[in-house]
């Protein structure tokens, strides 16, 4: 992937254990901070990052990946399967 | 005569995200989404992002849902059907094709238009808008435009807003010879103040955008397809293509001959209802009344309208969800990044605290009615969006913090504790 930043999860609990923003997708609309502001943050480039990859449950996460209106959020099992976008 | 428990008219970000609520709380309901497009969810925000025109993301990236979703989740999806008007005592819905729905909950979440450009000559003669014009609301607009630009070489933009910064980004990166009319005497006249505005303008300028500001067109040239337009003080440009980006028009028409009580866009309590019963209203239409800022406002931006969406369909399953929400907006081009939050508007009761400032290229406004925080622009500050959304949304008393609001090196998360 071209323009990628990966953030691991290790929540317990959690079939989700990576996070991954493509940058080059991502406009920030910001729609995931809307879901979970405890989980992404803009930076300066206006791009959404992970601030803390573990600080919400699996069904918020997911939201907050389907809110995005570029669908830059990816997600990954622990096998490394993409669980979002299917 | 088909009956849906849930009729949802509005096929777009709202009207989906009530679906979608819809059914993860109840799998039985009938859900049923009136579109007068023919596309199933698509991502309207795409629509002016350069890197979807120029081809930098795929075509097929543009589509939020899969074809087949709205069957697996058995929501029944009416494309490219109109609503006519509905009769609030005898709960049913007709479309412009003569067929009648019966529905338990409705939700009107319609969206807007967009302005038409008001100058007699951008119609042809027979009232069509000339070949070049484009605007910039559905799939079908972001299509005419993918394809002239490939071919056109100067190209103006109307408005002073996002549609039209957007746009001027884009089209600049596809080499055309760009300029930007405002009507105003600055950018974004009066949501930012001329200071902010001018930081976009020099942003534009170094680009090679030429902005001309004051500026209002007489005339189109060109009979069937523009090539050129000229302005009020004579000045003649070369063009063909316009891209019109002067705000949006509200189609309440048949909404308010159905009995809906309407202003600006229809009118709602907190909890998204209208003034008739299970009537609901949800996205860029909604005029709504908002509890975090007290008082009645409209949002036209895709996280309000999902946000929305969601709420509303709480409401129609009986589950009562004031909206409470710190709604925010952000764009970027030609280097700067611009975010706008909450209520944004300048007022005779409101407090401006400035931020940073132009010279350091990073200056945010923040807005304040008595002793709390109601919204911002910010220009090169979104990195700080979540802090104030917060301090909004907690009703932070910062009568006592204004030299750390001012103070552009002192972190605002220090103010949430």
Known sequence: ?86 | MDKYKYLIVGGGAAGVSAAETIRENDKEGRVGIISDEPYILYSRVMLSKPNFFLGKIPFESVWMKKEDWYKTNNIDFLGGKIAKNFDATAKTLTLTDGTTFAYEKLLLATGVNAREWNVPSAKTADGKTKKGIHYLRTLEDGKGIMEQIKTAKRAITVGGGFISFEMADLLKLAGLETTMLLRESYFWEPILDSASAKMLEDALAKAGVKVIKNAEVAEVLGADSLEGVILKDGTKIQCDMVMCGIGVTYPLEWIKASGVAVQKGILANEFLETNLPDVWTAGDVAEYSDILLEERTIMGNWVNAKEQGRTAALNMMGKKTPFKFVSFYTTSGFGMNIAFVGDASAGPDRVIIPRGSPEINSYARIIAVGKELIGATMINRTVEMNAISKLIENNVDISAKLAELADPNFDLKKLLN
């Open chain 1, 1 to 86: 992937m071209a323009n990628t930043k990966e953030y691991i999860r290790n929540k317990e609990g959690s079939k989700i254990s990576k996070v991954v923003v493509d940058r080059d997708l991502c406009i920030g609309a910001a729609s995931c901070i809307a879901v979970s502001g405890a989980t992404y943050e803009l930076d300066g480039e206006n791009k959404a990052i992970v601030i803390d990859p573990n600080a919400v449950d699996d069904t918020t996460l997911v939201m907050s990946a389907e809110s995005c209106p570029t669908k830059a959020i990816l997600l990954f099992d622990k096998e490394g399967k993409q669980v979002f976008p299917k």
